[in-house]
């Protein structure tokens, strides 16, 4: 048995801020606004994972108006989708996204990028996809005032681990 989930994030450009894309930061921003770190890569695998498992969105379980998240880490974000989609005995086929956004170009933190997703996902770098494109000008996105991403996710039937 097989299950997709599809997710997707936006985020307000904030120059005062780091971005970090995929867990991975990246220096030459500009950062995104947010509660947590504002991954917007990560927020829509997440949300991926949840919705793909049948278990709700990442607001559900990390409300954005909630102290305890102020500044978290998105990896943590994803880890705790992943537990519970595992505990309910679902495992990872794949994942695929892409990043909308007009700047920094990022063609080469793309492998970096997929590298540190599958480590924070406990799967092989070849299970992940992940891809670039700019907003050529158009909505938000285009006129560099936000980033967004997508992602889907195929889950397997595996073996349900107890919950602990």
Excluded at 51 to 71: E, T
Excluded at 83 to 95: F, K, Q
Excluded at 117 to 137: F, M
């Amino acid at each position: 048995m097989m299950r997709v989930g599809m997710g997707e994030d936006l985020h307000r450009v904030d120059d005062a801020r780091t971005l970090v894309l995929g867990g991975v930061i990246i220096e030459e921003g500009p950062g995104l606004a947010g509660h947590s770190d504002a991954d917007v890569l990560l927020h829509a695998i997440t949300d991926a994972v949840l919705g793909a498992a049948a278990l709700g969105d990442i607001g559900h379980y990390f409300p954005p108006g909630d102290p305890r998240f102020a500044h978290a880490d998105s990896a943590d974000f994803l880890r705790v989708a992943l537990r519970l989609a595992r505990d309910a005995g679902w495992e990872i086929a794949n994942i695929d996204s892409t990043i909308h956004a007009e700047r920094p170009k990022l063609a080469p933190y793309i492998e970096h990028i997929r590298e540190r997703i599958a480590e924070i996902a406990g799967v092989a770098t070849a299970q992940v996809g992940v891809k670039a494109k700019s907003g050529e000008g158009v909505d938000a996105v285009g006129r560099g005032e936000a980033m967004a991403a997508r992602a889907v996710i195929l889950l397997e039937r595996g073996v349900a681990r107890p919950t602990s």
